[in-house]
């Protein structure tokens, strides 16, 4: 069974500052408590080669062993819970992209 990652791709927020803090305080706590997660990678978009800003401002990545028990972590109440904080702090928006890795 191939590895999955969840990618969580957020848009430049009305208030970054407002968006860091809520996103290390509260939110990275929340979202940690996701069962199964094998990895979490955490980016944070900087300018590309020519001076052109990011396409997202950050982006999450949670792996996991396989679909079926990327399934399952999300479903749950901790999962549950991570999804619906989004609306709390991501004002410019988010994406989710689940992908195997290959």
Do not use: C, W
Not at 53 to 61: K, L
Not at 77 to 100: H, Y
Request: proline share 7%; glycine share 10%.
């Amino acid at each position: 069974m191939a590895q999955v990652v969840v990618n969580v791709m957020y848009n430049a927020p009305a208030d970054p500052q407002a968006f860091e803090h809520y996103y290390a305080e509260t939110h990275l706590p929340i979202a940690g408590r996701i069962p199964s997660v094998e990895q979490i990678v955490l980016l944070k978009g900087m300018a590309g080669p020519d001076g052109s800003a990011p396409p997202y401002y950050r982006v999450a990545q949670l792996f996991f062993a396989d679909a079926a028990t990327m399934g399952e972590a999300m479903g749950s109440a901790e999962g549950q819970a991570a999804v619906a904080d989004l609306a709390n702090f991501a004002t410019g928006g988010v994406s989710v992209l689940v992908g195997e890795v290959v």
